[in-house]
């Protein structure tokens, strides 16, 4: 047991962060922490509330998503979490909510624009929203298409994981991803605020413009370029 | 009076569960809890605040709305209460609440669509609105026949009230209920949630679609359905 | 000073409950509590944090608007209160806000529009928008003025400052009275509750229509009329 | 050290203000203080969060951004704070946040229109959003151009910066001013609030008309002018 301690206290303490962010209502959301050396991660059991929770009800299972350690069911989001996981060698963490803000966007189908600094402080493009999956996948191994809708709507907008890690599932809701829990569940919480602020920008402009090409690469550089001058420590 | 004890607290535990979830201002809810083999329920006080609340404060009435303990006045909304718990056997607590978005969408006589994956968690149809009554009935015995305009929608939308746990009375408010107290106030939350998120759907995209029906029937039965994989009991 | 200890004491605690309920940024609201047999009013002194507030810093001033006791400036919109108190004998408490919603509406010159059975409850009209003044009115004893822009509106509209206790005065803000203090200031509450309420209502549909007469009337009635049967205390 | 003690504090006493009024996520916000006579100004230091915010760690700079005092690297926004200090002899306080409806104005690129008293109570005007800045401009040295750009938004609307202690820069946020960082954090929110309630007017009445000159300008002389009759003390 005590070689999964560290993903199953990272994952018990990122879950604890969502209710603290205002993120989730009940159980609606749920981080997960991988070990990609020994090809495991730590998941929330499914539907405990996070009051409740405790340390050893972290679920360990595997990127197959067969569990390896644990007395609960894992999330039944768990296989879409194996599935990125799987493809994203350098991704320790991955967080999904039903905020509010950005769930209305993935309902509405919608893209969210990068309307402004605040956005490009985090990433360089509109957020993605992957399409509704067909029928046949949804009908087939759900859970595990949802990962690949992830991964498909990144590709075909031509955008890496590792400079947007955020993204809407349409008619769904938001999956965040980080190298650590506390850097996944703040990209959440970015995300829920980014679709706030873009929300009332369209109720108040409806032709409000996307933020300018010279404008987007200044404040994406300034915090996570080369020469980045933000926070404390240098980036490379 | 130590036959009515369980309804009383389950009952008083459940009406403070209301201001906890932010569901009401001031005494604007009320949640009831029914005994089926006495034939009697437990509800709330008219008019008193809930941190004021004591158990014994619970007013305990029969299904024709005939009080048979307790020193208050019971909720003005009991022969609503009354009503449905004399037609559905299976239910045992009911939820009256004004909450804001779900009464603004009572107060537009609209149902609610259901635009995503949260909805469907909890039902596969629209939440839906049930006509204001007509003037004949409102100068009659008010109250008894909001009863029967919960029980004419759901009749005349061939909805189950087992599936679907929540209706808005148009121009007025929500009512939601369960197999317990617990239950039924979490559909009182769930349903203010989705009400919220439809709200700002709606406000972003006009045209937002509802969702696709292998969708709804994925998310429904994951959740409810005789092969249920989300918590941690197997549901039947 | 033993003479005015009650309507200070009064007018101190109602001011307190204003930051409790959200109804206030700062000092941005008033309460005062009237003495109708000494002729006078105790009011929040002007700009004063509630938070650092005394009983003691209440100043207590005539129905012209001299002060008669106190070592503080009163709040700028004692005038208002002054007139009010002078034409209503049976007002006792009158507030002030500037709450978002409902100086939202002041500031759209609308009426706000009986949508629902939580607006009956507590009124049968519309709520009133009064125009804004004249100029010649502004500069001359402007917050004199203000309280008989309020006392117009009702006249025009009709309506008894008895069944309606709250008017939102145009491009500025609400003032709301009662009985006693802490139902003036339940009555702002319900105004900006009523106000948000009202506003995602016409959000979600523009042509949604006025309550019907007979729901206005059954739920006022119920809960003001003379055989009203909400509450504990038997209405007269 | 010594002699920088009082802006070091008051700076941090100001930060500390940020996410008691909910003006700021994570730690995108922050105030400077400056000493005039020294010509020097205390300010966050970039990406702390304030909880974890200590006196010795706001760093010194002098009016040409360069580093005084401190181990920690300045507020990437240091140099916006330096030109406007460099130009307003009588401003002692600066605040940036990216307080959610305030961006939401900025991101429209549209000033906030005077509707109502509120608004009135701290200003004469519409508050500003200066448009983006020139590709040449961001490219060059971007946030001292940021301070340029609110100097020029003020020059052309002919206003000054005493009577204006707030400015949108448009596709970012909000910056505010005044004589202490008490005062600086207090027109952040101020503007805060007096936008969302711009937002909500908008909405329900897209022809809202801005406030008549005459209440403008009776609002703004009660608080400030040479007979202010707002307050405690005698503005001069």
Same mark, same amino acid.
């Given at each position: 047991?005590?070689?999964?301690?560290?993903? *199953? #206290?990272?994952?018990?303490?990122?879950? *604890?962060?969502?209710? %603290?962010?205002?993120?989730?209502?009940?159980?609606?959301?749920?981080?997960?922490?991988?070990?990609?050396?020994?090809?495991?991660? +730590?998941?929330?059991?499914?539907?405990?509330?996070? #009051? *409740?929770?405790?340390?050893?009800?972290?679920?360990?299972?595997?990127?197959?998503?067969?569990?390896?350690?644990?007395?609960?069911?894992?999330?039944?989001?768990?296989?879409?979490?194996?599935?990125?996981? &799987?493809?994203? &060698?350098?991704? @320790?963490?991955?967080?999904?909510?039903?905020? /509010?803000?950005?769930? =209305?966007?993935?309902?509405?189908?919608?893209?969210?624009?990068?309307?402004?600094? /605040?956005?490009?402080?985090?990433?360089?493009?509109?957020?993605?929203?992957?399409?509704? $999956?067909?029928?046949?996948?949804?009908?087939?191994?759900?859970?595990?298409?949802?990962?690949?809708?992830?991964?498909?709507?990144?590709?075909?907008?031509?955008?890496?994981? &590792? #400079? $947007?890690? $955020?993204?809407?599932?349409?008619?769904?809701?938001?999956? /965040?991803?980080?190298? /650590?829990?506390?850097?996944?569940?703040? @990209?959440? +919480?970015?995300?829920?605020?980014?679709? %706030?602020?873009?929300?009332?920008?369209?109720?108040?402009?409806?032709?409000?413009?996307?933020?300018?090409? =010279?404008?987007?690469? %200044?404040?994406? #550089?300034? &915090?996570?370029? +080369? @020469? +980045?001058?933000?926070?404390?420590? *240098? %980036?490379?």
């Amino acid at each position: 047991m005590r070689k999964f301690t560290q993903i *199953k #206290e990272e994952a018990f303490e990122g879950n *604890k962060l969502l209710p %603290k962010y205002n993120l989730v209502l009940f159980t609606w959301g749920n981080v997960s922490v991988a070990d990609h050396n020994q090809g495991v991660f +730590a998941i929330k059991p499914s539907g405990v509330p996070y #009051e *409740k929770l405790d340390v050893e009800d972290m679920v360990v299972v595997d990127f197959d998503g067969k569990i390896i350690e644990g007395n609960l069911r894992p999330s039944s989001d768990t296989p879409t979490h194996a599935v990125l996981y &799987k493809h994203w &060698k350098d991704v @320790n963490s991955i967080v999904h909510t039903h905020s /509010t803000y950005a769930t =209305a966007w993935a309902q509405s189908l919608l893209d969210i624009p990068i309307f402004g600094t /605040t956005h490009a402080d985090h990433t360089i493009s509109d957020i993605p929203c992957a399409p509704p $999956m067909s029928d046949d996948m949804i009908e087939g191994d759900y859970e595990y298409q949802t990962g690949f809708q992830i991964l498909n709507i990144l590709k075909e907008k031509k955008i890496s994981h &590792k #400079e $947007m890690e $955020m993204v809407l599932v349409g008619s769904h809701a938001p999956f /965040t991803w980080g190298k /650590t829990a506390e850097k996944a569940v703040y @990209n959440s +919480a970015v995300l829920e605020n980014i679709a %706030k602020m873009a929300y009332l920008t369209r109720q108040l402009n409806s032709s409000s413009p996307r933020l300018k090409e =010279a404008l987007i690469h %200044k404040h994406y #550089e300034r &915090k996570h370029g +080369a @020469n +980045a001058y933000y926070g404390q420590e *240098k %980036k490379k």
